[in-house]
């Protein structure tokens, strides 16, 4: 096997995500699990699960990671690379406990963890971190020899997570009526966390007014604008907007609200509106409602055409990036020098979060066998 497709030290990689209902009646309790502690209105948890129960109450997210396993692993083997990819979630089956478990019995040693979210914050990053020290913890208290994981870094600006976001916002003009198209507003979208959390994210540096988390999404958003006028010599403006707030009223989050953004920009006499769902992996619940449902019905009130593109999901380009992202880290892993692959102005992200990076709501220690993501 040729050394650029050597993945040693690691001997699995396991795709850690959100997790989803998959039937009406796990929507309770896995919005249960989610919110657990979080002092979410109760109000709030009732409103959002009728959302899922518009969809049967299935979430797409689940079905989405499936198709995403069997793209990874599709690239992989067509590229001689073997590296076996597990599953584990964060609020539902299969639950990250119960993965890992396996994975020891199987005799994982070294294993890479890829996130299902490709921006720095506490909720994308950190609280991941915290429930593999938690599913550690577990297993040690279960007498069980844990294996050493590493995390991927953030991957925002890589190629292969940036050009089928291109290529969505450039599908979704071109199916914009022509007499509106070279009018159309971008409205990049992510998900609204608390300002306090946007400027403590990221390393220390980088802590601010909103932080790494709003910077990163500004880089991808100009990425993607500039590509668009250099295919189009169309010059679209744009905005970075946000979408699914969850927090109590009295706590300020990241505005404006798409919703708000779209009641804007039809006063202002936009002619058309793209959305593009920059911050989301995959077309999980808070896209098909927040935009496909929510915000769509708000533009047809408004009688202002929109489109939503499309979030990257099981792409094969996505795939040879995680394929680049294990054999960059690996390389790294065995001393070799590497040049990581990144656009942008921000270049590549770290590898091991620095200490202070995304502070957590309680700081404490993490279980052995897993990089410490605690200051």
């Known amino acids: 096997m040729p050394d650029a497709l050597d993945a040693t030290p690691y001997d699995a990689l396991l795709l850690l995500s959100f997790g989803g209902p998959e039937g009406p009646e796990d929507v309770v309790p896995f919005l249960e699990n989610v919110t657990r502690g979080r002092g979410i209105p109760k109000e709030r948890l009732k409103e959002v699960g009728q959302h899922y129960f518009l969809f049967d109450g299935v979430s797409p997210i689940n079905g989405q990671n499936r198709a995403l396993i069997e793209a990874l692993r599709e690239d992989f083997a067509g590229h001689g690379l073997d590296l076996p990819v597990y599953w584990g979630n964060r609020n539902w089956a299969p639950y990250l406990t119960d993965t890992l478990r396996r994975m020891v019995a199987d005799g994982r040693r070294r294993v890479l963890v890829l996130a299902t979210s490709a ?14 020290a938690d599913a550690l913890a577990t297993l040690q208290g279960e007498g069980l020899d844990l294996p050493k994981i590493d995390k991927l870094r953030h991957y925002f600006n890589h190629p292969g997570f940036v050009e089928p ?7 979704s003009l071109a199916d914009l009526p022509e007499d509106v198209r070279d009018g159309a507003h971008i409205a990049f979208t992510t998900h609204s966390i608390p300002t306090a959390a946007a400027d403590t994210s990221g390393p220390v540096e980088a802590h601010g007014e909103g932080g790494a988390y709003v910077e990163q999404h500004l880089d991808v958003a100009r990425l993607i604008a500039d590509a668009v006028r250099e295919r189009t010599g169309v010059d679209h403006p744009w905005r970075l907007v946000y979408q699914s707030r969850s927090g109590a009223p009295h706590i300020p989050w990241l505005e404006p609200d798409i919703c708000d953004h779209l009641e804007e920009r039809h006063a202002a006499g936009v002619p ?104």
């Not at 921006?119 to 593999?132: H, I, K, T, V």
């Not at 915000?295 to 055409?305: D, F, I, N, V, W």
């Open 119 to 132: 921006y720095a914050s506490y909720s994308g990053c950190r609280q991941y971190r915290e429930n593999l």
């Open 272 to 375: 058309a509106v793209v959305m593009a769902p920059i911050g989301f992996v995959s077309d999980h619940m808070e896209v098909l409602y927040d935009l496909d449902t929510e915000a769509r019905a708000k533009a047809e009130e408004l009688g202002l055409p929109v489109r939503r593109s499309a979030t990257v999901g099981a792409d094969p380009r996505f795939a040879a990036a995680v394929r680049e992202l294990v054999l960059e880290r690996a390389a790294t892993e065995r001393g070799q020098a590497v040049t990581p692959c990144a656009l942008g102005a921000l270049g590549a992200s770290h590898d091991v979060c620095p200490v202070g990076c995304c502070p957590s709501r309680a700081p404490r220690p993490a279980a052995a066998g897993a990089d410490s993501p605690y200051a």
């Open 165 to 171: 976001m291109i290529d969505g916002v450039l599908r």
